[in-house]
């Protein structure tokens, strides 16, 4: 199976708004200290792009597979998977470190915080969970699983896949289907803007790329 891997910057996002291409965000962590994602299950199609933004104090996204909720995903499987790397915000922070996803496919996605014991707390999520398919792979079971997970490891620039840039904007704070790029420890774009909520809607060219970076994973 073939992956394709973008380095998407701040300002590549907003020039997706020529795509017709959907943006979900979910926010990683929150000001008051709660350990989830906001959504924590959502529904995106191929094409669609998933952009996490990062509350304080210290998260990662990172890419496992449902039977060992709190390992990175490579580590049992032959999946490469996304990390989005450690995305440290202090309380007071101007800025929001944003990670963004392209979706591939429709495969259901297994994620969770790799910082302490962050999933072992319920900070899990899935993007395009599909009970229909299988009743007993759902988010909830999924947390249940988490829960009783003995280590809590992040992922490697190995088991990540390919580098990609770090931008910032100056006015600002894988499982099979889905890539990214970040910087040099994992797979995503990570970046650097303003908070943004809900689902946007883009129109228009790809084109003012700040990054892009191309990989093919088999």
């Given amino acids: ?113 790799s910082q302490g014991k962050h999933c072992q707390n319920g900070m899990t999520m899935v993007i395009n969970e599909n009970t229909a398919a299988n009743a007993s792979r759902s988010l909830s079971a999924f947390q249940s699983l988490a829960a009783k997970a003995t280590v809590n490891l992040p992922g490697t620039a190995t088991s990540a896949g390919t580098s990609g840039s770090t931008t910032t904007n100056s006015t600002s704070s894988s499982n099979s289907g889905e890539s990214g790029t970040s910087t040099s420890t994992s797979s995503g774009t990570k970046s650097t803007s303003s908070s943004a909520a809900g689902s946007l809607k883009a129109a228009g060219g790809m084109s003012g790329l700040l990054a892009v970076g191309v990989a093919l994973l088999l």
């Fill in 1 to 113: 199976m073939q992956f394709t891997t973008f380095a998407l910057s701040a300002m590549s996002l907003s020039s997706a708004l020529a795509a017709s291409v959907t943006v979900h965000v979910v926010q990683v962590g929150a000001a008051n200290g709660t350990l989830a994602y906001f959504p924590n299950n959502i529904k995106a199609a191929v094409g669609d792009m998933v952009q996490f933004q990062f509350a304080p104090v210290n998260h990662t996204v990172t890419q496992s597979t449902f039977d060992a909720p709190c390992q990175p995903i490579a580590m049992n499987s032959n999946v490469t998977g996304i990390y989005s790397g450690f995305m440290p915000v202090s309380a007071s922070a101007t800025t929001t470190p944003t990670y963004t996803v392209l979706i591939n496919s429709t495969t259901p996605m297994w994620l969770y915080c």
